[in-house]
């Protein structure tokens, strides 16, 4: 399993369209992962790592900032299951989100 931590599952918080979230939360668990979802487990378990489609609202930014949690784009995921293993977020610019991407609008 990738996405485990001393066979612990990473807690990921996937935020987007419906589709995005039912595609990449199911590779997700099937890697190991447990998913948090929103207003639910969010508030009550600790969030390992924030996933998010590349134009996330400014709220889901700050929330991550809040949180001190990477922001982190598909190509982490990706990159992680070849590699497999959990990749630092900040191995490489394109596992993270920028914020220069964020779209003003809250979520």
């Not at 001190?68 to 490489?92: A, D, G, T, Y």
Request: net charge negative; glycine share 6%.
């Amino acid at each position: 399993m990738t996405f485990t931590e001393n066979e612990t599952p990473l807690n990921i918080s996937i935020y987007g369209r419906e589709n995005f979230k039912g595609l990449w939360g199911k590779l997700l668990r099937s890697a190991g992962a447990k998913i948090l979802t929103e207003g639910g487990d969010c508030e009550t378990i600790d969030i390992d790592y924030i996933l998010s489609e590349e134009e996330p609202p400014s709220s889901l930014l700050k929330k991550s900032e809040e949180l001190n949690k990477p922001l982190c784009s598909v190509e982490w995921i990706i990159q992680s299951l070849i590699h497999r293993k959990v990749l630092s977020p900040s191995s490489h610019s394109d596992f993270v989100i920028d914020d220069s991407l964020c779209e003003s609008s809250d979520f």
